[in-house]
């Protein structure tokens, strides 16, 4: 079975994939300095409470934290006896490469969420990823990345106003019912959802302008299905996006091995 690991800035997402379906999916915070002893220990207690029988033998990293990695490879080597497929490494194969500047380096958090994209709604997408950073990621019509935009996160906004602010408390982030606010918590709230729902429509309007075509909006991470609330921002909502595309790029790999 493939164990696939999406290392993202703030969390890292495992996910036990049978060939058809997740049996299971985990979430811890991300910390460089795991070892892969204490990933195994954590992993391993997990799947005997969920009752998870399962002989993995295959792993696929995506990494933006790459001092995380090191660790990742020795858990594979040491306790599942395999060489994991790393996202962004020449030994990885995509279905289609990315279409940038030369000298370009593309988050593999983007090159997997427009793998997973393509696969399931074919090309000329752009792909909205609410997290520490929101990025856009545009996929064009053969689905290749063809570029993006990246924005500060909707948490990261929120601390930076909370730190640059002493007398602004921290607040969830959440749907207003009004958009004046008459207290300061349902201000800032208020300009957090709204201020992202306009910022998410207007950059997808700029984009499909700039490309001269329709483009499906397709959103994905842990706050996409809030801001679908605002204004029919997305086309779809894909939750397991992330994890999908390392799936669709591992089994690219098997096949033109």
């Known amino acids: 079975m493939l164990l696939a690991i999406d290392c993202g800035n703030t969390n890292t997402v495992f996910s036990i994939w049978d060939g058809e379906r997740f049996l299971a999916t985990w979430r811890t915070s991300t910390e460089w300095q795991r070892t892969a002893d204490q990933y195994f220990v954590w992993l391993s207690t997990l799947m005997k409470i969920g009752g998870i029988e399962a002989t993995i033998d295959e792993m696929i990293i995506s990494s933006t934290v790459p001092r995380v990695v090191f660790n990742l490879r020795v858990l594979a080597d040491r306790y599942f006896g395999c060489r994991p497929l790393v996202v962004g490494k020449p030994e990885c ?44 990621d545009v996929v064009g019509r053969d689905g290749a990345y063809v570029g993006g935009v990246i924005s500060p996160g909707v948490n990261l906004s929120l601390e930076a106003l909370h730190q640059a602010a002493a007398a602004l408390p921290h607040v969830d982030v959440s749907k207003p019912e009004k958009v004046i606010g008459t207290n300061t918590v349902a201000c800032m709230q208020s300009g957090i959802f ?34 679908a609330q605002g204004d029919m921002l997305f086309d779809d909502i894909e939750e397991d996006l992330t994890m999908h595309g390392l799936t669709v790029i591992h089994r690219y790999n098997k096949e033109t091995a």
Do not use: K, S
Request: charged residues 25%; aromatic residues 8%.
């Open 93 to 136: 194969r995509l279905p289609v490469a990315p279409r940038v500047d030369a000298g370009t380096q593309v988050g593999p958090d983007r090159l997997v969420n427009t793998a997973g994209a393509w696969d399931r709604h074919g090309g000329d997408l752009v792909v909205v990823d609410f997290g520490t950073a929101t990025t856009f």
């Open 194 to 227: 709204w201020g992202y729902v306009g910022l998410v429509r207007g950059i997808c309007d700029r984009i499909r302008a700039e490309r001269e075509r329709p483009m499906r909006i397709i959103g994905t991470g842990g706050l996409a299905p809030l801001f």
